[in-house]
């Protein structure tokens, strides 16, 4: 049977006209993706950055959150317009059949249990902190405690997201990052950064070797290549492709574009196969109208990664006017603990502050995670087999918490170092598969989007460019990382 030509519903009207406060109401799946980062990249890598730094690292933080929204945008748009996720239509790139889905889904399968041992970790320090654990000098019974309360965080956790519901996700999310955007911004402009210093940071590209204070008072983070240091916040920052994924699936539950029509009109794997291009009815009316769902796709991306830059200048500018300066590292056990300074400087009350604050982030962080790794799984799977597709996603879900609770179980009390632990998954999933996915979507678009629907040259130009940063980054840090 043919499959019929796609043809757009009618946009609602707040897409349609002038912008206004309300177009906020597009903003949802992308509170996941933002609050799914903070609590590592920006609240611990991005202080961790301007401590060590100061300020010269901040292009690689700038640049790297607005290419990786590139990046996601890119997907965002192809399943808005065509209703498949790009996963589906990877599956035909040329070589053998199949191998990028199954490459990408088994290299973000390797990842998940690495940030869900090493952030649950983080949490178990930052209460240790919290009930004055980090001040005793017996370091077994610290680090005992540490995995302790991870392990709890990890049962819960597993628990709260094989009950909850996708809007409770959404919701709870979405206060979290509006509450941390507010502490963090008041924090900076208080701080009174150096903010020249920053701009001259943003738009100089150098990579900057360590200072003497950081080799002789830190040596576990100076016999670390500056490349794969630089490299991990990278990664971290923003997520990864394991994240980016499941994001593009929770799509879905939008009903955007081509992502509402009914079931006849959604473009299968099989579709394209022999050279053809998707049944997109080209004229003038539908392509105006894929192109104002467009705009959903832009507020939801664009807004989440609005919050993650300015979550990460803050944090990072942060570090570097209070860290830097006063020649402390986050490291150890006090990963988490020098940043205090940041709202304690205002007052020595706003500690608790602080503390409900990144633990919040680190939870959200978490919360989110597996929600996200459930999707990806389902999305790296489903152009594999038939059955798959057609099988809910919920019935992947309990052996993706089992994997992930259960690997990060085993990594949380077998692995001491968590910055060790998402090094290599922050430089490979969240560099450079993320520049390979620039390159994949490129290709992609030509393959199967009628040319009226296809990237303009301006999207085309940035695309290109944020395939080429990442990969180019991401291939010294893991040659210093192996060597």
């Known amino acids: 049977m043919p499959q019929e030509p796609i043809q757009y519903p009618p946009p609602p009207a707040e897409l349609q006209g002038k912008p206004t406060w309300r177009l906020i109401r597009f903003f949802g799946a992308g509170a996941i993706i933002a ?3 903070i609590g590592s990249g920006e609240t611990l890598f991005a202080s961790r950055g301007g401590a060590v730094f100061g300020y010269t690292l901040l292009w690689c933080f700038v640049g790297g959150t607005l290419l990786k929204g590139v990046q996601v945008y890119t997907a965002a748009r192809y399943i808005t317009l065509t209703g498949a996720h790009p996963m589906a239509h990877w599956a035909h790139l040329p070589g053998p059949k199949n191998w990028v889905p199954i490459l990408i889904g088994l290299l973000s ?24 654990v980090a001040e005793s000098e017996d370091k077994e019974y610290f680090d005992r405690m540490a995995r302790i309360w991870g392990t709890i965080t990890i049962v819960a ?14 919701r709870v999310q979405t206060v979290i990052v509006g509450l941390l955007l507010f502490s963090i911004i008041l924090a900076t402009f208080v701080s009174r950064p150096d903010w020249v210093a920053a701009f001259m940071g943003t738009i100089v590209p150098v990579v ?25 916040y990278l990664g971290a920052i923003g997520g990864g492709s394991y994240d980016y994924i499941g994001y593009i699936g929770c799509l879905r539950e939008k009903k955007w574009g081509a992502l509402g029509l009914k079931r006849s009109q959604e473009p299968t794997p ?16 539908n392509v105006k109208r894929g192109r104002v769902w467009l705009r959903a796709a832009k507020i939801d991306v664009g807004v989440s990664f609005s919050c993650v830059l300015i979550f990460t200048v803050c944090f990072y500018a942060l570090g570097a006017a209070i860290l830097h300066q006063a020649h402390l590292a986050p490291e150890g056990r006090d990963v988490l603990v020098h940043q205090a300074a940041f709202l304690t400087k205002i007052h020595p009350s706003l500690l608790y502050l602080y503390q ?65 632990l998402v090094t290599l998954p922050a430089i490979v999933g969240g560099v450079l598969t993320c520049g390979l996915w620039c390159f994949a979507m490129i290709w992609t678009e030509r393959r ?36």
């Open 270 to 285: 099989e579709l394209g196969k022999k050279g053809e291009l998707l049944p997109i009815e080209i004229n003038e009316d």
């Open 448 to 483: 199967f989007l009628p040319k009226a629907f296809r990237m303009r040259r301006s999207l085309l130009v940035l695309t290109v460019i944020a395939g080429t940063f990442l990969v180019g980054l991401a291939i010294p840090a893991l040659w210093n990382f192996f060597a």
């Open 208 to 232: 900057p070797d360590y200072q003497d204070w950081i080799k002789s008072d830190y040596p576990k983070i100076a016999i670390r290549s500056p490349w794969v240091e630089m490299v991990t």
């Open 157 to 170: 956790a597993v628990t709260l997201t094989w009950v909850q519901s996708y809007g409770a996700l959404e």
């Open 35 to 37: 609050s799914v980062t």
């Open 109 to 132: 399968l390797a990842c998940f249990p690495f940030w869900l041992a090493a952030l649950p970790r983080f949490v178990g320090q930052l209460i240790n902190w919290v009930f004055h």
């Open 356 to 420: 409900i604050g990144v633990l919040a982030a680190f939870l959200g962080t978490i919360y989110g995670a597996y929600e996200i790794y459930t999707r990806t799984t389902y999305e790296c799977l489903a152009p594999l087999s038939r059955r798959i597709r057609e099988m809910p996603e919920k019935q992947v879900r309990l052996p993706v918490l089992l994997y992930c609770g259960v690997g990060g179980l085993i990594l949380l009390w077998t692995v001491d170092d968590p910055i060790k």
